[in-house]
């Protein structure tokens, strides 16, 4: 990836020595760098898209700066309003933000130099070439899947379960697939900071590979101890017929991982199970009490957990692969834009409050942006633009990246300045030797930057220094200005984040229960509108989805908070991203759900809906009280799985709301029976600290 962002800058840059045009090749050059931070390893329409939109904000943003140069009112409120969305897009994941940060960077530079009209139409013009190539060779230089690793690491782990399920229990040997899930653990953790749907979705089939490990090992126990209590009795051949079919549904899930195509006989697999856990039933029902009676109940509550575990599993992989992405993608598209997990719209709604972090920091950075900026203009120096950039760049929503950040930025920027004034002092200079250390400063931004931001720092300054030299600008009339005005802005920022901080610390618990509470009004919502037969659209309806959309969000900037303080562990934000993935599948099946109401006709609810509903909200309310800190008993917990085999028995299934409620309630009762345990598991080492 270093190499073709490098490859994108250095080709304007011969271009424009090779046509004359120096200055132009520089503005290419500089286009191409900006869209560059928007590369990434992901799928080539994902890239694709998404390098687009870079190439023609960063246009846009070459375009006012240069227009609104001359004229400090404009300037400094366009800055102002482009560094407040800039900070929303934080809720929209990663890659929104660093989108937000470099064309506000670009619109600050090229406000401090204001052109012509033709002159700035014919800048953004460039620039936007800059960003085109660079899209083109990202695309047509990728050759590699992303997420292959992790898709075999899942695939083998799945395989090796699937291998597990039908050997005999061996009392002496570890728990099945024990070495494959460690090796699986360890593919994702390089996942630990995304929040794309894809990783989440990884992480979910991790979550629940590792409950059917657990569930099959309970129902090889217990097939064993059937044996050796009644060995001809029917359940126990009904037992040993089980667990070969659920072999063959993970063998499905890991060829499907491998292939990249969704499991074709997954369904029939998953009815064969079904069927085989109602004939366990009707076999053993009858049983006087014994023991063998009670390792069969047993056995039809591991049965019923499995299958709910393996239909998860079946249609993660289903949407992991290329296919089932695109099917995802087209599908989440059709639902109204309220309605979609991923929506940006709703989401940057939804956080259009103090109550939110990221509404917080937007506001903090649109402040000292427009601070900066008015000083800049009030009491102008050479290259005092660099004072709002700095503070772009430095500061985040969280304090201890905000910290290092202008610490390693005011550090980098004085490394990286004395290397600049070396290598001109030293070296012979020609137009070669210029383009040739623009070109290694950009392999080592690219490369290594992403992973020190001090590297990041030294690389950036001295590139910057290079690249305004060859367009014709004296080194030495930007050296110290940059110096000076980097300091300043970075201790601007440090300031910023000192008066108004967002600590985290102990909050995230408190983050987790106050998502589990909006998700538990929003369930709420969507029962009552059933149960009263209203169509969703209400009132009431779009505020408790809009808190719970906000909940989730805060929820995702507080774990990436919580990963840069010091003293967090890779365990701690690896339980979170999983209970975070289990958390998307709940609330994915209630906006199913909330979809559904408007376009099924209305029906009256079943009596096992009543039930299912009042003990859905009963988990939700013990998971946040436990995450309080307060005593929870696991027996406690209402037998979700029991509540969903009631509800399906109940009802005409061929009525389309009650199949569609069927459906959604296995979705529900799988993601908060693996809620609990990743939240009871959470709590509990919380008291032990």
Same mark, same amino acid.
């Given at each position: 990836?270093?190499?073709?962002?490098?490859?994108?800058?250095?080709?304007?840059?011969?271009?424009?020595?090779?046509?004359?045009?120096?200055?132009?090749?520089?503005?290419?050059?500089?286009?191409?760098?900006?869209?560059?931070?928007?590369?990434?390893?992901?799928?080539?329409?994902?890239?694709?898209?998404?390098?687009?939109?870079?190439?023609?904000?960063?246009?846009?943003?070459?375009?006012?700066?240069?227009?609104?140069?001359?004229?400090?009112?404009?300037?400094?409120?366009?800055?102002?309003?482009?560094?407040?969305?800039?900070?929303?897009?934080? +809720?929209?994941? &990663?890659?929104?933000?660093? @989108? =937000?940060?470099?064309? $506000?960077? #670009?619109? !600050?530079?090229? %406000?401090?130099? /204001?052109?012509?009209?033709?002159? +700035?139409?014919? &800048?953004?013009?460039?620039? @936007? =070439?800059?960003?085109? $190539?660079? #899209?083109? !060779?990202?695309? %047509?230089?990728? /050759?590699?899947?992303?997420?292959?690793?992790?898709?075999?690491?899942?695939?083998?782990?799945?395989?090796?379960?699937?291998?597990?399920?039908?050997?005999?229990?061996?009392?002496?040997?570890?728990?099945?697939?024990?070495?494959?899930?460690?090796?699986?653990?360890?593919?994702?953790?390089?996942?630990?900071?995304?929040?794309?749907?894809?990783?989440?979705?990884?992480?979910?089939?991790?979550?629940?590979?590792?409950?059917?490990?657990?569930?099959?090992?309970?129902?090889?126990?217990?097939?064993?101890?059937?044996?050796?209590?009644?060995?001809?009795?029917?359940?126990?051949?009904?037992?040993?017929?089980?667990?070969?079919?659920?072999?063959?549904?993970?063998?499905?899930?890991?060829?499907?991982?491998?292939?990249?195509?969704?499991?074709?006989?997954?369904?029939?697999?998953?009815?064969?199970?079904?069927?085989?856990?109602?004939?366990?039933?009707?076999?053993?029902?009858?049983?006087?009490?014994?023991?063998?009676?009670?390792?069969?109940?047993?056995?039809?509550?591991?049965?019923?957990?499995?299958?709910?575990?393996?239909?998860?599993?079946?249609?993660?992989?289903?949407?992991?692969?290329?296919?089932?992405?695109?099917?995802?993608?087209?599908?989440?598209?059709?639902?109204?834009?309220?309605?979609?997990?991923?929506?940006?719209?709703?989401?940057?709604?939804?956080?259009?409050?103090?109550?939110?972090?990221?509404?917080?920091?937007?506001?903090?950075?649109?402040?000292?942006?427009?601070?900066?900026?008015?000083?800049?203009?009030?009491?102008?120096?050479?290259?005092?633009?660099?004072?709002?950039?700095?503070?772009?760049?430095?500061?985040?929503?969280?304090?201890?990246?905000?910290?290092?950040?202008?610490?390693?930025?005011?550090?980098?920027?004085?490394?990286?300045?004395?290397?600049?004034?070396?290598?001109?002092?030293?070296?012979?200079?020609?137009?070669?030797?210029?383009?040739?250390?623009?070109?290694?400063?950009?392999?080592?931004?690219?490369?290594?930057?992403?992973?020190?931001?001090?590297?990041?720092?030294?690389?950036?300054?001295?590139?910057?220094?290079?690249?305004?030299?060859?367009?014709?600008?004296?080194?030495?009339?930007?050296?110290?200005?940059?110096?000076?005005?980097?300091?300043?802005?970075?201790?601007?920022?440090?300031?910023?984040?000192?008066?108004?901080?967002?600590?985290?610390?102990?909050?995230?618990?408190?983050?987790?229960?106050?998502?589990?509470?909006?998700?538990?009004?929003?369930?709420?919502?969507?029962?009552?509108?059933?149960?009263?037969?209203?169509?969703?659209?209400?009132?009431?309806?779009?505020?408790?989805?809009?808190?719970?959309?906000?909940?989730?969000?805060?929820?995702?900037?507080?774990?990436?908070?919580?990963?840069?303080?010091?003293?967090?562990?890779?365990?701690?934000?690896?339980?979170?991203?999983?209970?975070?993935?289990?958390?998307?599948?709940?609330?994915?099946?209630?906006?199913?759900?909330?979809?559904?109401?408007?376009?099924?006709?209305?029906?009256?609810?079943?009596?096992?809906?009543?039930?299912?509903?009042?003990?859905?909200?009963?988990?939700?309310?013990?998971?946040?009280?436990?995450?309080?800190?307060?005593?929870?008993?696991?027996?406690?917990?209402?037998?979700?799985?029991?509540?969903?085999?009631?509800?399906?028995?109940?009802?005409?299934?061929?009525?389309?709301?009650?199949?569609?409620?069927?459906?959604?309630?296995?979705?529900?009762?799988?993601?908060?029976?693996?809620?609990?345990?990743?939240?009871?598991?959470?709590?509990?080492?919380?008291?032990?600290?």
């Amino acid at each position: 990836m270093a190499a073709r962002n490098s490859i994108g800058v250095l080709l304007p840059l011969i271009a424009g020595f090779a046509l004359n045009m120096p200055r132009g090749g520089a503005v290419v050059a500089s286009g191409a760098l900006n869209v560059a931070y928007s590369d990434r390893s992901d799928a080539y329409a994902q890239r694709a898209k998404r390098m687009l939109s870079s190439s023609v904000l960063c246009a846009l943003a070459v375009l006012l700066g240069a227009l609104s140069g001359s004229h400090n009112a404009a300037a400094v409120i366009i800055a102002t309003v482009w560094a407040f969305a800039a900070g929303m897009l934080v +809720a929209a994941g &990663s890659t929104a933000a660093d @989108l =937000g940060v470099i064309s $506000l960077v #670009t619109l !600050l530079i090229y %406000a401090a130099q /204001p052109l012509t009209t033709y002159q +700035a139409l014919i &800048s953004s013009m460039l620039a @936007l =070439g800059g960003g085109l $190539l660079q #899209t083109a !060779l990202s695309v %047509a230089l990728w /050759p590699v899947q992303r997420y292959e690793p992790e898709r075999r690491a899942l695939a083998t782990f799945f395989l090796e379960l699937a291998r597990a399920a039908e050997q005999p229990l061996s009392a002496t040997s570890a728990p099945p697939a024990t070495i494959h899930s460690a090796q699986a653990q360890e593919a994702l953790t390089g996942l630990a900071g995304e929040t794309s749907i894809e990783a989440v979705r990884y992480r979910a089939l991790l979550s629940q590979a590792e409950r059917i490990r657990l569930s099959l090992l309970m129902i090889s126990r217990l097939h064993l101890r059937m044996q050796r209590e009644s060995p001809l009795h029917s359940g126990v051949q009904i037992l040993g017929d089980y667990r070969k079919k659920a072999a063959q549904a993970l063998e499905a899930i890991g060829n499907s991982l491998i292939s990249g195509m969704p499991a074709e006989a997954g369904k029939e697999i998953l009815a064969a199970c079904e069927s085989y856990t109602l004939l366990l039933r009707q076999e053993t029902d009858g049983l006087a009490a014994s023991f063998l009676a009670a390792a069969a109940k047993d056995a039809r509550f591991q049965m019923d957990a499995l299958n709910g575990q393996l239909r998860a599993a079946l249609e993660l992989s289903a949407h992991a692969t290329p296919a089932g992405q695109a099917e995802f993608a087209k599908q989440e598209a059709q639902q109204p834009w309220g309605l979609r997990l991923s929506g940006l719209v709703a989401t940057l709604r939804a956080n259009l409050n103090l109550q939110s972090s990221v509404f917080r920091h937007a506001v903090r950075l649109a402040t000292m942006v427009a601070l900066g900026d008015g000083l800049e203009r009030a009491f102008y120096w050479h290259r005092s633009y660099w004072l709002p950039m700095t503070i772009v760049l430095v500061l985040k929503p969280e304090f201890t990246t905000t910290f290092t950040r202008g610490l390693l930025r005011i550090g980098g920027t004085i490394v990286g300045l004395v290397l600049a004034t070396a290598l001109f002092r030293l070296l012979p200079q020609s137009v070669t030797i210029q383009i040739v250390l623009i070109f290694v400063c950009t392999l080592l931004l690219r490369w290594v930057g992403p992973a020190n931001y001090g590297i990041f720092a030294v690389t950036v300054s001295a590139l910057v220094v290079q690249l305004i030299a060859i367009a014709g600008v004296s080194p030495k009339e930007v050296i110290w200005a940059r110096g000076i005005n980097t300091a300043a802005g970075g201790a601007l920022a440090l300031l910023a984040y000192w008066v108004w901080p967002t600590w985290e610390r102990t909050q995230v618990s408190e983050r987790v229960a106050e998502m589990l509470d909006a998700y538990r009004e929003y369930f709420h919502g969507l029962a009552e509108s059933y149960v009263k037969k209203e169509v969703g659209g209400a009132a009431e309806l779009d505020r408790v989805r809009s808190n719970a959309r906000m909940a989730r969000t805060n929820l995702e900037t507080s774990v990436d908070r919580l990963g840069a303080e010091p003293g967090t562990t890779a365990e701690q934000i690896n339980q979170l991203n999983a209970l975070l993935a289990s958390s998307h599948r709940f609330v994915h099946a209630l906006m199913a759900l909330d979809a559904g109401w408007l376009h099924t006709a209305a029906v009256p609810a079943r009596t096992a809906f009543h039930k299912f509903a009042a003990d859905v909200e009963k988990t939700l309310t013990l998971l946040a009280t436990a995450l309080r800190g307060a005593q929870v008993q696991e027996k406690e917990f209402p037998d979700l799985r029991e509540d969903h085999r009631v509800l399906v028995q109940s009802g005409d299934q061929k009525i389309e709301r009650y199949a569609l409620v069927n459906v959604e309630a296995d979705r529900i009762v799988n993601s908060l029976n693996t809620l609990r345990e990743q939240v009871m598991e959470w709590a509990c080492a919380k008291k032990a600290e």
